[in-house]
């Protein structure tokens, strides 16, 4: 049991060495942003996210983006017939990487009318070695402010010494089908989309937090209108920069006082390019796709038998799982 | 001391604690909830608690008024406008105290515009709405003719008066039989507003599953249970408090004390039901709330001023046959009991979501705003005091201005309008 977990985990960082690698050619090289035939809508706001660290990450996911040829590096030899082989492993061992691989089926699902996507989220816990990346990333791409993450990692020992372990929990909104949160608010400001994604409309929320209360998972959270360089000689340029979610510029002061939480990063989804946490995942272990794709990769990983839902008994459904 | 210390004391009391507050108001609208001390693990704090209080306090004040104007029962009948006014008074507290918790107080007409009726939220708001339309009429309609009388007073009284009954000089037996009327017929209509709102406030609470310590179907009958007693232990005190109280109201107080005693016994036993019950199931969630309430940081909140000095204490002070004939005692104990009411709301909102939702989410972020420890912070503290220093503003210029009337013994009407007449107790 010991040697396949150390195993796994030296093939979670074989293949982070390899994205690391990746994920930092853009940054050293200041890519040019192209607005490709995968960017769909809103050209203006990927113009102006090229300023940022996410054009960066972002435009790495994109097929197009002149970065083909790098991400065909990713093919690492991995070691075969560990006995637990899943399609995953598969996927992760044949030549295409599982990021390109759920970019051509995003692409995919973008063409069919927003009913019939059902987007899902895979998260394989053996191979998250609980580096934050995505915790990180994702703030960046939100441009939250203190005291939000909307996907933290949940870290737990297990056993006792010499015996113990460690398992870690990415913490994204699992989207439920039934999710408590909608029902309880006062002003229908959170609502569930035909392609399954729950979100805030940040104009019509009150601020009653009634949603976070009723949140089984913590996965929603309270803007409080703190800035990260209070308190400090001078508040800094970036943290007044706006957040992009939702496709739409929000100004620091238009989300204070309101709840905010994970959205499938939706404004890159309708650019094409996956959530930010799925393309900067050191080790592949974030998955996302159509649950109606009956060919997708997360159809595979949720079809496996190892995928469990957090919280299963209270029927909220969620559409995120997790590989145990 | 003499009344005159005692009633400045109150007046100076209340006023600072108004400063006070006013620094927080400032503050709250100014920095917005910055300087609250809730996150998002612990989303609500002493401000929700204090409204849940406040309202309580308000409907049970409300339904002991119903006593008098919907089931006519004369023991209580020189308290009903009293009852009422309270009502109104901490209903006002208990607004101002989630507008404060609110984090867009000015988005609040979003509930009329786009209304979820799905959401207990949304009927609470619409529910207290109607509430306050209702009794403020009520209040009107009660005061109406005294306010008529009274505003033939010269000065200042009788302007104000004059104003408040928009310049009417109806003293008519018809006008005052329609009054009535009309009184009955709202306070009917709020009997079951009251207990819909108020009910529907612990059902806010009752059906959110994912907090094991408030899901269930006792929360909504605990709400008004609690709300009763805690109503009529505030009236008891206020009613031997206001305008000559103990000489006016003494048999009255007395029986509030023993009705506040079956109520608080009611509401003891749901609450003994609802933590043995809990302790028995040892679902992890539930022994993790009783155990904050029990043996957390702020063990205090409930062994000292919950359970002794909200509850033992006053239990004892009711019941033993030394002091329960004696109305100052029985409005002191009512007073303990109205105070340790707010411990049993904070022990209600924040031990109930002071528990971590999924093991680690309070370790995997490092934040002030992500952890399940929570004390108010200066600002919430001073703020809920402010609070406190209006109720006891509120209850001073009633007490000041509000005409006598109802008053089964002779010579009321005089009394009206000559200031110094009213010897607090």
């Given at each position: 049991m010991a040697k396949t977990s150390r195993r796994k985990l030296l093939k979670g960082a074989a293949a982070s060495v390899s994205t690391l690698a990746l994920a930092a050619t853009p940054l050293s090289r200041a890519i040019p942003v192209q607005a490709s035939e995968a960017i769909g809508p809103a050209p203006g706001v990927l113009a102006r996210r090229g300023r940022n660290l996410s054009a960066a990450l972002a435009e790495r996911g994109?097929?197009?983006?002149?970065l083909l040829p790098a991400t065909h590096a990713i093919s690492v030899p991995l070691p075969t017939g560990s006995g637990t082989a899943v399609a995953a492993q598969q996927a992760a061992a044949s030549a295409e990487s599982s990021v390109v691989r759920m970019q051509a089926e995003l692409k995919r699902a973008m063409e069919k009318p927003i009913a019939q996507r059902k987007w899902t989220m895979v998260i394989d816990q053996r191979k998250c070695v609980g580096c934050s990346a995505c915790t990180v990333a994702c703030i960046a791409e939100n441009n939250l402010p203190p005291g939000i993450a909307y996907r933290p990692v949940l870290e737990e020992e297990i056993g006792e010494y010499p015996k113990v372990t460690r398992r870690f929990t990415p913490r994204p909104c699992m989207h439920c089908d039934e999710p408590p949160c909608v029902p309880v608010c006062p002003v229908g400001a959170t609502y569930k989309r035909p392609d399954g994604v729950v979100v805030i409309n940040y104009d019509r929320c009150i601020g009653c937090r009634y949603c976070i209360v009723a949140c089984p998972y913590g996965a929603r959270s309270f803007d409080f209108g703190e800035h990260y360089t209070d308190g400090t000689p001078g508040r800094q340029p970036y943290e007044e920069s706006p957040a992009l979610e939702y496709g739409k510029e929000w100004s620091r002061s238009s989300v204070e006082g309101i709840t905010r939480k994970c959205h499938f990063c939706v404004h890159r989804l309708n650019a094409g390019m996956l959530p930010a946490c799925v393309t900067t995942c050191i080790g592949e272990a974030t998955y996302f796709g159509d649950l109606n794709d009956p060919e997708s990769l997360v159809t595979e990983l949720v079809t496996s038998g190892r995928a469990v839902r957090l919280k299963e008994e209270l029927g909220t459904k969620p559409n995120v799982y997790y590989l145990v | 001391m003499s009344a005159k210390v005692l009633k400045s004391a109150f007046w100076g009391v209340g006023v600072a604690l108004v400063l006070a507050g006013s620094w927080a108001w400032i503050d709250r609208w100014v920095n917005g909830e910055k300087n609250a001390n809730y996150g998002s693990l612990v989303p609500w704090g002493l401000w929700v608690a204090a409204y849940i209080y406040f309202i309580g306090l308000s409907a049970g004040s409300f339904l002991v008024s119903s006593l008098v104007y919907v089931f006519q029962l004369k023991r209580f009948e020189s308290i009903g406008r009293l009852a009422l006014f309270s009502a109104v008074v901490t209903l006002i507290l208990a607004l101002l105290s989630i507008s404060a918790d609110l984090g867009h107080p000015f988005r609040a007409w979003h509930v009329l515009v786009y209304p979820n009726f799905g959401s207990p939220m949304a009927w609470m708001i619409w529910l207290y709405s109607a509430y306050f339309a209702v009794i403020m009429l009520e209040l009107w309609f009660v005061l109406r003719y005294d306010l008529v009388v009274a505003s033939k007073s010269a000065g200042f009284r009788g302007t104000f008066y004059r104003m408040l009954v928009f310049g009417s000089r109806d003293e008519s037996p018809e006008t005052l039989a329609s009054d009535r009327q009309i009184v009955r017929i709202l306070a009917t209509i709020g009997v079951p507003v009251a207990i819909m709102f108020h009910g529907g406030v612990g059902a806010l609470f009752g059906v959110i599953s994912a907090r094991p310590a408030w899901h269930g179907g006792l929360f909504p009958i605990l709400f008004l249970v609690s709300a009763l007693a805690s109503g009529g232990a505030l009236l008891a005190i206020v009613s031997a408090v206001f305008q000559d109280g103990l000489r006016r109201n003494r048999d009255t107080v007395l029986a509030l004390g023993t009705l506040v005693l079956g109520l608080l016994a009611i509401d003891l036993l749901l609450q003994i039901s609802e933590t043995l019950v809990g302790f028995y199931g040892n679902e992890p969630a539930r022994i993790a709330n009783l155990k904050t309430i029990y043996g957390g940081p702020y063990w205090w909140v409930f062994w000292v001023w919950q359970l002794g000095l909200g509850t033992l204490v006053p239990l004892a002070l009711l019941v033993l046959p030394a002091t329960r004939k004696d109305p100052r005692v029985v409005a002191g104990a009512c007073g303990l009991i109205a105070v340790g009411f707010l411990a049993v709301r904070l022990n209600i909102v924040i031990p109930g979501l002071a528990d971590e939702q999924l093991a680690g989410l309070s370790e995997a972020f490092s934040s002030p705003r992500l952890t399940t420890d929570y004390v108010p912070s200066t600002i919430e503290f001073l703020f809920t005091a402010g609070l406190v220093g209006i109720g006891l503003l509120l209850f001073g210029l009633g007490e000041w201005l509000m005409p006598h009337g109802g008053e089964p013994s002779a010579g009321e009407a005089p009394a009206v309008g000559t200031e110094g007449s009213h010897v607090t107790a």
């Open positions: 994109a097929p197009s983006g002149g | -």
